[in-house]
């Protein structure tokens, strides 16, 4: 079945930490984003990657960083200079040549103490 | 500046009522326009996309009015299922790119 995955469901670090969440997709999809949610707020996009080798910040960009060596993968790091990273990371992908549909993975929970 | 906003209610429903939701935008250069469901610590999940001229899945209904640039949701003979959380997602297009913009989105409870 294809799809995305996200690993690890739930991560707790202390804080100072640098910190990377994996996501990958079997989707051949070309665009990938990376998502943070806090509760009760909506979703709020970190980056965003149209194809391989290529990203671009979202709204909230500061304090992490991402690579998009190949077109399966998109990990996120959370660094030490993300002031307030616990939080619900989405990452989700897209098929621009057609309905644009994004398909989420099930996200990672990051506790940083 | 909020982009997409929503009422984040809750709206609490009896089973069997119809309940509608509005979402508006501020980008008059959006595009796309989907209606996302969102289950409680769950990823969102493709409701349904919203186009020019209205359509329909079931018992839901989605709406676009460009000229006072909002989308809405109807949800028929409500069930205690839908009870969720309903984002609205907007989308720029410039250039090719594909950039979404979310709603922070509205509750729906329904209660036997």
């Known amino acids: 079945d294809g799809g995305i995955t996200q690993s690890p469901k739930y991560l707790f670090r202390k804080e100072g930490q640098n910190v990377t969440l994996s996501c990958e997709q079997n989707?051949?999809?070309?665009?990938m984003y990376w998502y943070r949610q806090d509760p009760g707020q909506g979703l709020r996009l970190i980056y965003y990657?149209?194809?391989?080798?290529?990203?671009q910040k979202g709204d909230i960009a500061e304090g992490y960083s991402v690579s998009r060596e190949k077109k399966e993968s998109f990990p996120l790091t959370v660094t030490s200079a993300q002031k307030n990273p616990t939080a619900f990371y989405l990452c989700?992908?897209?098929?621009?040549?057609?309905?644009?549909?994004?398909?989420f993975g099930p996200g990672t929970r990051l506790t940083v103490t | 500046r909020k982009e997409v906003e929503q009422d984040p209610g809750p709206f609490n429903v009896p089973e069997g009522a119809t309940v509608a939701f509005n979402c508006t935008y501020s980008?008059?250069?959006?595009?796309?326009f989907f209606w996302y469901r969102q289950d409680c610590r769950k990823e969102p999940k493709l409701l349904m996309s919203v186009y020019s001229s209205g359509n329909e899945d079931g018992r839901f209904t989605a709406q676009l009015n460009r000229a006072s640039q909002y989308i809405s949701l109807l949800i028929r003979d409500s069930k205690l299922s839908d009870s969720a959380t309903y984002l609205c997602v907007v989308n720029i297009e410039p250039g090719g790119s594909y950039i979404p913009t979310f709603g922070r989105g509205t509750s729906l409870i329904v209660h036997p």
């Open positions: 980008n008059s250069a959006s595009q796309s």
């Open positions: 989707l051949n999809h070309d665009a």
């Open positions: 990657s149209q194809i391989v080798n290529d990203f």
């Open positions: 989700a992908s897209t098929d621009r040549g057609s309905s644009y549909e994004q398909y």
